[in-house]
């Protein structure tokens, strides 16, 4: 045990912290021959789950900041993959679109990021599975919820 009283083997945070990167790295190497990164991949799948999201909610979905966001955005719209409004319709936000070039390129990241997550899940039976998505729901709850 180390002096905090953190025994890492069995610290809940710790292990969590350990398959979040071990998961990103997975996710890493199977986006990277795609010509992809996570974020990349995370705007794509956000933009085909709610079309329209403006540059701020597509940072905050994927965990960047909205500047890392506005360049990635305007490099997915110089290659085809996203279009935007020269104009914003209503105030400031740029609603993004996927084009049919980036739903391409997104069904093929989509099915390389989920075999990703079928290896993770491989030893879990399914209520192993969804008692982990819950447990892991009420947790993300409880941290919000001290957060406000």
């Known amino acids: 045990m180390s002096q905090d009283g953190i025994e890492l ?3 809940l945070g710790y292990l969590l912290k350990e398959a979040s990167s071990a998961l990103r790295s997975a996710m890493e190497a ?6 992809m990164t996570i974020t990349h991949y995370s705007c794509l799948e ?3 789950q709610r079309p ?3 540059n701020s909610e597509l940072a905050r979905g994927a ?3 909205r500047q890392s966001m506005n360049v990635l955005l305007q490099a997915l719209e110089r290659d085809g993959f996203v279009s935007r409004p020269e104009q914003a319709p209503v105030g400031k936000a740029l609603p993004t679109q996927l084009t049919p070039l980036g739903r391409a390129h997104l069904a ?7 075999s990703v997550e079928v290896r993770m899940l491989n030893g879990l039976t399914p ?4 008692a982990a998505l819950t447990i892991l729901r009420s947790m993300i709850r409880s941290l919000r919820a001290a957060e406000a």
Do not use: I, Y
């Open 52 to 54: 329209g999201l403006s």
């Open 63 to 65: 965990f960047v900041t």
């Open 108 to 114: 093929q990241a989509t099915a390389a990021v989920r």
């Open 127 to 130: 209520d192993e599975q969804q």
């Open 9 to 11: 083997d069995t610290s």
């Open 46 to 48: 956000l933009l085909a």
């Open 30 to 35: 199977v986006l990277r021959p795609l010509g």
